[in-house]
């Protein structure tokens, strides 16, 4: 290809390797590695996979609630909300209150939910400032 040729003459082709020959690895920078070992650090992986998987449960669960009634369908069930109350009782009542617009029996599905909570941890919501430019132009 032209762009093979021209990466060469400049010096940035792939030398030439004979037919036996191992393929040269290219080499990983280290900042990449680095900076990977700091999000896994920073967030548990495994708590994540947690919630993303309840939020696709519940996504398909509302689903199966709302079949033929889409329109009628809460746009979110927040996690975090639930997670801020004290007791299960009142997460179920919040619950009940999002689905009162579902004409099919919602408490087996407050009740897996309610499960499905217990091993869950809230998550911090981080609020970034808006910096000073952009409160000028507002």
């Not at 309840?54 to 069930?77: C, F, H, N, Q, S």
């Not at 009542?93 to 809230?122: M, P, Y």
Request: aromatic share 2%.
């Amino acid at each position: 290809m032209a762009a093979d040729r021209v990466g060469r003459r400049l010096g940035r082709g792939s030398p030439a390797r004979s037919p036996g020959s191992p393929r040269a690895e290219p080499a990983r920078s280290p900042g990449i590695q680095k900076r990977q070992a700091r999000v896994t650090v920073k967030y548990d992986r495994r708590e994540l996979q947690r919630r993303l998987d309840t939020e696709k449960w519940i996504d398909g669960r509302l689903e199966e609630l709302y079949r033929g009634r889409e329109a009628e369908m809460p746009d979110e069930v927040n996690i975090d909300e639930l997670l801020e109350l004290d007791a299960d009782e009142a997460r179920a009542a919040q619950l009940q209150g999002i689905l009162k617009s579902c004409h099919n029996n919602t408490q087996a599905f407050v009740q897996e939910l309610l499960l499905k909570l217990r091993g869950l941890q809230k998550q911090q919501v981080l609020q970034r400032r808006p910096s000073p430019e952009l409160q000028e132009r507002v």
